[in-house]
């Protein structure tokens, strides 16, 4: 029989991290979903005990923008479990402005939620991640921040704080090698997703939401075996 994980998944409540609880819970894992949006979170999760009531999935509601809420959060968090397997850090905020136009307000929003706020999630989670057998932390990043690939204007904020996020997760992997806590990135191409059409309006994907958390997915579960320390790109386009 398949380990049951419990994964923790942010921006949970719409787009890739939507499809990543579906199709995690219908595996049979424990999903944490965790959103802003506490409405829209109890909407997926009653749409997911629809399908079958023996999927396990707890909502919990919490904003990377309010740092200071995280003790209040890992409080919840204990009456959902006393393991954390997977943390997939999911959300993400996207600015689409020309460089000169971004105030120093939205660049430190978007750095709050793509690197300051998960940065300090990933701390306060390490006593969980700790009494996992083998913990897996993904950083979802971008095409964007990776060195050498195509880059577009107006994503000055955004892809150079996925770039951050790919950093930290790289450094972390070495750091927890001895608590056997596996930390990987997955760089993603484009999925047809709220945040690709403000990116980049009326562009079509080559890949839906579903297909895209169809492979974060298998990477969740079985990524850690393979790989430590990778930003591995996950993209149809080149470079
Ligand atoms: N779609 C693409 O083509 C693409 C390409 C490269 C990378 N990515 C990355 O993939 C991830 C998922 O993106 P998506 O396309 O599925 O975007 P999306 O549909 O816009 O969803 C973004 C999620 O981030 C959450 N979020 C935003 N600000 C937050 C905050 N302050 N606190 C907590 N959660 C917050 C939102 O949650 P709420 O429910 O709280 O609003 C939402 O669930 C993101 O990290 C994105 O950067 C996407």
């Not at 409540?13 to 499809?19: F, L, P, S, T």
């Not at 790919?166 to 930390?183: M, P, S, T």
């Not at 990987?184 to 191409?189: H, R, S």
């Amino acid at each position: 029989m398949k380990t049951q994980k419990t994964i923790l998944i942010t921006g949970a409540a719409r787009g890739i991290g939507a499809a990543l609880c579906r199709q995690l819970a219908a595996q049979g894992h424990h999903i944490i979903a965790v959103s802003r949006n506490l409405d829209k979170l109890k909407k997926l999760q009653n749409e997911i005990l629809e399908h079958d009531a023996h999927h396990q999935i707890d909502v919990l509601p919490f904003d990377l923008e309010a740092p200071q809420t995280i003790p209040d959060f890992i409080d919840r968090l204990k009456t959902c479990c006393s393991k954390i397997d997977v943390v997939i850090h999911n959300a993400g905020m996207l600015v689409n402005k020309p460089f000169t136009q971004i105030s120093s307000e939205e660049l430190q929003r978007v750095y709050q939620v793509n690197v300051f706020g998960p940065f300090a999630l990933t701390q306060a989670l390490f006593p969980y991640l700790k009494q996992a057998t083998a913990a897996h932390v993904i950083g979802i990043s971008s095409m964007g921040g990776v060195q050498g690939s195509a880059k577009f204007a107006g994503l000055t904020a955004y892809s150079s704080s996925k770039a951050a996020m790919a950093g930290w997760c790289e450094v972390l992997a070495e750091e927890w090698k001895a608590e056997n806590i596996k930390v990987n990135c997955l760089a993603l191409g484009a999925a047809q997703t709220e945040m690709l059409e403000d990116a980049f309006p009326g562009y079509k994907a080559p890949l839906t939401a579903e297909e895209m958390a169809n492979y974060i997915s298998w990477f969740a579960v079985n990524g850690h075996l393979y790989f430590n320390g990778k930003i591995l790109p996950v993209a149809l386009s080149t470079p």
